[in-house]
């Protein structure tokens, strides 16, 4: 949808500290801040594999969120094509 690479992408939002990892490998977690603001939505669940199961955490923004962020990345290319 942003035409963004994702590890550029997952970058932005490290370097940013809109999003941070607890742990190496770990996935992506929302800063509180956007969190609060309603860019962000947190589900988590347990994922049945036949006789194993595992619980995970997903992350998505919301409307509010892509709108914001769309925004914000749009600026960030801008500012990196400028440099």
Known sequence: ????????????LLDRKIMYRTGKGAPLTPSANHMHAG???????????????????????????????AGEWAKHNIQSSVE
């Open 1 to 12: 949808m942003l035409g963004a690479k994702q590890n550029e992408f997952t970058n932005f």
């Open 39 to 69: 860019r962000f939505e947190v589900r988590a669940g347990n994922a049945e594999h036949g006789e194993t199961s595992h619980a995970y955490v997903q992350s998505k923004f919301t409307e509010k969120g892509v709108e914001w962020i």
